[in-house]
């Protein structure tokens, strides 16, 4: 099939932005014209006409020869803004904003594309790059921290007469009300909590920091969004405080090591300890390696990342951080209190780790093109099937 040439002319407007004029002779149109008028004469019914024979006067008379006209633009419009950006040897990196200019009958088809463009990426030179490859060693350290891992998983709790800090376990009665109402939702009896957890209401923690067994607290508190229909809503908590809890972690000896698996020393459990870290370690080395050279390589490019890029990628990462937060009932106020930053600070620090990870994954793609770094079928088909292990789904389904 032969292809009717467009007239494109190209104009840079700003850094990696280029809008694109370009006239469409009135003949290349005429298979979109085709395609719709086949769709309509499948989909209309007229009398003494069998579906898909209708004729194109009919339909013109019934729904109006401009609807059939901008169906077909809408229909071939995208073909012809590829076509345009082939023909001057673009890429583009978004969707482009298209404006229609002229598109009269017998008159050649006339639209703008505004759109952003790869920017022209020039490789650091990667053989001068050099960074520290992180140790794999498996130390005393790693493992002692192992145990204590182990160790809190058996520990005990003991209650003990002393105020309640950060990390103890209270058994508390936690009653809410609204008006002087009980609310059954926001209540708990019997309940043992975790001290600094932030797993209640947002002032609980605070309030039971410092109380010794039989203390009784009244405060008033906000609650927040995962407290479902109440949320945002101010509520009376009274709270009985019936134990103060310790963990009481066991002694590190051979007594400890057969308690938590088949060894007979502590000596053994430490040796199983470090086969294990070892290919585990080895892992994260490498991929941590991997994180070094490619900061290091983003360091050494002297481009920056289109700001189209970069919008979208700080909308999509604040509004998963919104949603994370959301999530653990904090707003983004909140948040940035805990941190000792402010919201703008947060945007900041998200805006620039956005344009960081745009710059990375253009200069993957320039290695790639010009390494002819290719992906296989079977590369694809192992990344479908750890994907679909995952998902604990079929991989043809994934």
């Known amino acids: 099939m032969k292809t009717i040439p467009l007239e494109t002319a190209a104009e840079t407007i700003d850094k990696d932005r280029v809008r694109l004029r370009v006239a469409v002779p009135e003949a290349a149109l005429d298979p979109a014209l085709r395609a719709v008028y086949k769709r309509w004469a499948q989909q209309m019914k007229v009398p003494g ?51 229609v200019i002229e598109f009269e009958a017998g008159s050649p088809l006339v639209f703008e594309a505004t759109v952003d463009i790869r ?79 932030r797993a209640g209401p947002p002032r609980l923690d605070d309030e039971l920091e410092g109380s ?54 502590l000596a053994e459990l430490r040796d199983d300890f470090r086969v294990r870290l070892k290919d585990v370690k080895r892992g994260l080395a490498e991929e941590e390696l991997r994180g070094r050279v490619l900061e290091a390589v983003v360091d050494a490019a002297k481009f920056e990342a289109p700001n189209k890029l970069v919008e979208g990628e700080f909308e999509h990462r604040l509004k998963h951080l919104e949603d994370d937060l959301q999530k653990a009932g904090m707003s983004m106020a909140q948040y940035a209190r805990e941190i000792d930053s402010s919201e703008l600070e947060i945007r900041a620090d998200v805006r620039r780790s956005a344009a960081r990870s745009v710059k990375a994954e253009l200069l993957l793609e320039e290695v790639a093109r010009a390494q002819r770094i290719e992906v296989t079928e079977e590369d694809l088909g192992r990344e479908v099937a750890i994907a679909a292990a995952r998902a604990q789904k079929d991989p043809q389904e994934l």
């Open 49 to 99: 006409f069998r579906k898909g024979k209708v004729p194109r006067q009919l339909i013109d008379a019934r729904v109006g020869s401009d609807v059939v006209r901008d169906e077909a633009l809408r229909d071939a419009l995208p073909g012809f803004y590829e076509e345009a950006l082939k023909s001057k040897e673009l890429e583009a990196i978004a969707p482009p904003e298209v404006e």
């Open 119 to 197: 920017p022209e990426i020039e490789i650091p030179d990667l053989a001068s790059i050099s960074v520290d490859a992180p140790s794999a060693d498996v130390t005393d350290q790693d493992i002692d921290e192992q145990i204590e891992r182990l160790r809190d998983r058996f520990a005990e709790l003991e209650s003990i007469g002393r105020e309640a800090r950060r990390g103890d376990f209270v058994l508390i009665d936690l009653n809410a009300y609204r008006h002087e109402q009980p609310l059954e939702e926001a209540s708990a009896p019997d309940y043992l909590y975790e001290v600094g957890s």
């Open 212 to 265: 010794r067994p039989g203390a009784i607290l009244k405060f008033n508190d906000v609650l927040g969004d995962h407290a479902g229909e109440l949320a945002g809503q101010e509520v009376s908590f009274t709270v009985l405080v019936k134990e103060v809890k310790a963990k009481s972690l066991p002694p590190v000896d051979d007594d400890f090591a057969k308690t938590v698996g088949e060894f007979d020393t």
